[in-house]
């Protein structure tokens, strides 16, 4: 088994990975595989997530350039950004050849530039600062937007509970907001 995320990566390592040896890549795919279409699926829905995330290996396998684009580090941060990027030039090309269709696709494109943008930030928002204990308030009552009632009830937790887990989730979504403006 490899380990990508180590700061100093085994240097024959990445000369087989940039080689394309197939046992390097099946390991990438195996420990990789669900990072990236979940990549893939915060852009796209569906078949199309999947789609990319297939293109995103299949360029592993068939691109030495593409292979060469990683010189080190997190491997798995590296292949994620690949996936978001090709997850966007997806939508892009679908946007461009079928127009009009409002439940999968923005006639705008700066509207989509700027979804894009706010899911990262979303999720940038549920790695650095939401606490594990509440991500399913926020998941229920901020991004589902469910009535507290509802909520509650598919949390299995008191409405009060519920209702000061959102204040104190606001109370850190302002706060990262506001440190997202300054910067």
């Given amino acids: 088994m490899f380990f990508f995320a180590l700061p100093d990566?085994?240097?024959?390592?990445l000369d087989r990975f940039h080689a394309g040896e197939r046992?390097?890549?099946e390991a990438c795919y195996r420990e990789h595989v669900g990072g990236v279409l979940a990549k893939a699926t915060r852009i796209l829905r569906g078949v199309?997530?999947?789609t990319v995330t297939h293109e995103v290996f299949y360029r592993l396998l068939s691109d030495e350039k593409?292979?060469?684009g990683f010189t080190g580090?997190?491997?798995g941060s590296w292949i994620g950004r690949v996936a978001t990027n090709a997850a966007i030039d997806h939508h892009r090309r679908r946007r461009r050849e079928v127009e009009g269709d409002a439940d999968t696709l923005d006639a705008d494109p700066a509207r989509f530039d700027e979804e894009v943008e706010a899911k990262m930030l979303v999720e940038r928002f549920r790695r650095e600062k939401l606490p594990e204990k509440w991500a399913g308030v926020f998941d229920a009552r901020f991004l589902r937007q469910l009535p507290q009632r509802e909520a509650a009830?598919?949390?299995g937790m008191q409405r009060s509970t519920l209702a000061y887990q959102?204040?104190?989730?606001?109370?850190?979504?302002?706060a990262f907001?506001?440190?997202?403006e300054d910067e």
């Fill in 48 to 50: 199309d997530a999947e």
């Fill in 166 to 174: 959102e204040e104190q989730i606001r109370a850190l979504l302002t």
């Fill in 73 to 75: 580090g997190s491997f």
């Fill in 23 to 25: 046992g390097v890549l």
């Fill in 153 to 155: 009830a598919e949390l």
């Fill in 9 to 13: 990566l085994d240097l024959a390592w």
């Fill in 66 to 68: 593409t292979r060469r």
């Fill in 177 to 180: 907001l506001l440190d997202e």
